[in-house]
């Protein structure tokens, strides 16, 4: 599923957390975990796994029904992070044939790297777990900077640190404000539509350039661009 014309990148940056790594499992543990601790019943992962993309927020709010003004939601959030520390590669795994992708792109001299919002303790933790082929060239996390996504700062920043203009940059990503971020970045924005994505969201109105429902149909269709 495209939208418009692809033109081949100089660089690929990635969201992680459904977009570039499969973390659902784990945070949905996490989560189960500390629900279960507070006396609650465990969710199924169906009900959990669209949720992940929106971090602890989300999680908080669709296991026990609080947002980040709530009194409870601090503590609670402090727990929910140590008990992913402690389980933060149990079942993650790099979405197939991604890395595979990593290191085509690679090979033709595409840089690529990762943009998160996941704090860097967890992001610092996870990534040398995924055991890529080649390393990314660019990291940033949730609190790199004073802003986050759907903020553009750590697109643009990427780009500068890669010297590679904006306009040259896919950013891939599977919740609306990656969509954003990287519109208002000047990038090509890409919908990872295999992603984390609730039901009641509709990623057809996000603003993005070109959508896939798979890794595999994006990998293929990069693939055409490199000849």
């Given at each position: 599923m495209t939208s418009s014309k692809l033109y081949k990148p100089k660089a690929v940056l990635f969201d992680l957390d459904g977009t570039l790594a499969d973390t659902g499992p784990d945070l949905a543990f996490a989560l189960n975990e500390l629900l279960i601790a507070q006396g609650r019943s465990a969710l199924s992962y169906d009900t959990i796994r669209p949720w992940v993309s929106?971090?602890?927020?989300?999680?908080?709010?669709?296991?026990?029904?609080?947002?980040?003004?709530?009194?409870?939601?601090?503590?609670?959030?402090?727990?929910?992070?140590?008990l992913y520390q402690r389980n933060i590669c149990r079942h993650t795994r790099i979405f197939e044939p991604l890395n595979d992708f990593l290191a085509e792109i690679h090979r033709v001299n595409i840089c690529w790297g990762i943009i998160t919002n996941k704090p860097a303790f967890l992001t610092d933790l996870l990534l040398p777990k995924l055991e890529f082929h080649c390393p990314p060239a660019v990291v940033f996390s949730g609190d790199t900077f004073s802003e986050k996504k759907p903020h553009p700062m750590p697109l643009l920043e990427a780009s500068?640190?890669?010297?590679?203009?904006?306009?040259?940059?896919?950013?891939?990503?599977?919740?609306?404000?990656d969509m954003i971020a990287a519109k208002a970045a000047g990038m090509t924005a890409?919908?990872?539509?295999w992603?984390?994505?609730?039901?009641?969201?509709?990623?057809?109105?996000?603003?993005?350039?070109?959508?896939f429902t798979s890794p595999d149909a994006f990998y293929n269709a990069v693939k055409e661009l490199l000849k």
């Open positions: 929106k971090g602890a927020p989300g999680l908080l709010k669709l296991g026990f029904s609080i947002d980040e003004s709530h009194s409870d939601y601090r503590p609670l959030r402090e727990r929910f992070l140590t500068k640190q890669l010297e590679i203009a904006p306009e040259d940059c896919f950013y891939v990503g599977d919740d609306e404000r890409i919908a990872a539509l992603g984390y994505i609730p039901e009641q969201e509709d990623p057809s109105k996000w603003a993005f350039d070109s959508a």
